[in-house]
């Protein structure tokens, strides 16, 4: 059984950083994908960051965390990491860690991804 857990959520003030960590295990397949999800209140969940792991390390990257965050992995802890530097207000939400190894390729969307943590919060403020 495929389990993920999410840490290093927190409260920050804009313009300083995050590190997420999205421990993994259960997997046996040595090619899957890991992503990073969040949902603010009132809003639905969007795609954040994910990797391939075992394909190559390819990432994928929303517009909106372009160039201030990224998504990483230990492959000998089974660790995957969002680093999350330059926080805006608009990055405060619950942060889910996701995977799947259904494919030999990942898909940002949430219906691609069938394993999922339990969230971790992070809130930015002025």
């Known amino acids: 059984q495929v389990q993920l857990v999410e840490s290093g959520g927190g409260s920050v003030q804009a313009g300083g950083s995050l590190r997420l960590s999205c421990a993994a295990s259960g997997y046996t397949r040595r090619r899957f994908c890991v992503g990073w999800f969040r949902q603010a209140p009132g809003k639905e969940r969007e795609g954040v960051a994910q990797?391939?792991?075992?394909?190559?390390?390819?990432?994928y990257y929303a517009d909106s965390v372009k160039g201030r965050f990224t998504i990483s992995q230990d492959s000998a802890a089974h660790t995957v990491y969002l680093q999350m530097n330059s926080l805006k207000l608009e990055d405060t939400a619950m942060y889910y860690c996701?995977?799947?190894?259904?494919?030999?390729?990942?898909?940002?969307?949430?219906?691609?991804?069938?394993?999922w943590g339990q969230g971790t919060q992070v809130t930015v403020s002025s």
């Open positions: 990797v391939l792991i075992g394909g190559g390390g390819s990432t």
């Open positions: 996701a995977a799947d190894d259904s494919r030999g390729y990942c898909l940002m969307t949430e219906w691609a991804y069938k394993y």
